[in-house]
């Protein structure tokens, strides 16, 4: 595993838990948005002190009792080779576990549900599917996006989508594309677009969604949603 980061307290990253982070290196999307650009652009991963799974597992077990969960984010998880048998050491520990992903590597985010080895899926929902490659700047296959959504809302699995709300990239009618496509489901969130330490730097410049069009924008979706919110 390579592992670059590590939040050892959070309240914040796992719903109704108090949970540790772990940051994954490496990601298959370059969106011009993304807050860690330190976990997915070479120049910068090659520079990330590395942190060994050794430390996390020490760490958790003399956590025992005082966090409940653990958040696997990144970067994109699901890229690490060595990932189920990683999870499979936190599991035996007792902990819940909270998956972080894209969804493009469908294949794996099955297996670690049908293993009973997550118990916590957010995916983020990019753009709508035609948008896809121009909103994360890759190529590959957007079916593996649409399987992935489709397990979880058939899964027994607790599980959120969310999309950021980025000048530029997306606007009112993407939203609506992207609510056509994973409606009904459990939990959809909008997040606000932070421009403190993003990939493209040039992003900043660009006119933001207002607060009312935010707000406006939940009120009209929220209802094919169990829980829809603006964060």
């Known amino acids: 595993m390579l592992i670059g980061g590590f939040i050892k307290t959070s309240v914040v990253d796992y719903p109704s838990k108090v949970a540790c982070t772990i940051f994954t290196l490496g990601c298959n999307f370059r969106c011009p948005f993304c807050h860690n650009p330190e976990l997915v652009l070479e120049n910068l991963t090659s520079q990330q002190p590395l942190i060994s799974e050794e430390e996390v597992l020490g760490f958790l077990k003399n956590r025992k009792g005082l966090i409940e969960g653990v958040c696997v984010s990144g970067g994109e998880p699901t890229l690490q080779p060595d990932l189920i048998n990683f999870i499979k050491q936190i599991k035996a520990l007792g902990y819940f576990i909270k998956l972080d992903t894209n969804g493009s590597r469908s294949d794996i985010l099955i297996r670690l549900i049908n293993d009973g080895l997550i118990d ?105 949603f169990q829980q829809c919110e603006l964060r």
């Open 120 to 224: 916590y899926v957010a995916m983020d929902i990019k753009a709508p599917l035609e948008k896809y490659n121009f909103v994360t700047n890759s190529r590959f296959l957007i079916s593996n996006v649409q399987k992935s959504l489709q397990f979880l809302k058939t899964s027994q699995i607790d599980y959120e989508f969310r999309t950021t709300l980025t000048p530029k990239f997306l606007n009112h009618d993407d939203i609506l594309r992207i609510v056509e496509l994973i409606k009904p489901a459990q939990k959809y969130f909008l997040q606000r677009f932070c421009a403190v330490k993003i990939l493209d730097p040039t992003l900043k410049d660009q006119k933001l969604w207002t607060e009312d069009e935010m707000q406006s924008l939940v009120r009209e979706i929220k209802p094919y």
